[in-house]
């Protein structure tokens, strides 16, 4: 989509994140507070990136390279903005990441019930 930016997300947005995680997002992690986020930014400031349609946060995931392997943790796109290529776009703005960083192998942690043919 053309009306979709991908980018990393700044410690600026960090309160913006926590309450679009909390609406879209399936669930609460351990790690959804700003002290983890500010790490996470503070150690790998292009690892969350953000999906923004006209300046407001529409999805997020994060692209985590630690040398060896790819991952992939909280994919999640406002559900008001679903069916719209943000997904994709946010998995190509991972996959090019990787590819720069040299990445050849990833993997995804995905909850059971958001398999492919699990969810309603």
Do not use: K
Request: with cysteine.
């Amino acid at each position: 989509m053309t009306d979709i930016e991908t980018r990393p997300a700044t410690v600026d947005e960090i309160p913006g994140l926590l309450a679009f995680w909390a609406r879209a997002a399936e669930g609460t992690s351990i790690t959804d507070d700003p002290d983890g986020l500010v790490r996470l930014i503070d150690r790998d400031p292009d690892a969350l990136i953000v999906a923004t349609r006209d300046d407001t946060i529409v999805g997020t995931v994060i692209a985590g390279f630690d040398g060896w392997r790819c991952h992939l943790y909280r994919l999640a796109v406002d559900p008001a903005h679903r069916r719209q290529g943000i997904g994709t776009a946010l998995l190509a703005a991972a996959e090019s990441r990787f590819g720069t960083l040299g990445g050849r192998r990833a993997d995804a942690m995905v909850l059971d019930h958001n398999q492919l043919g699990q969810h309603t």
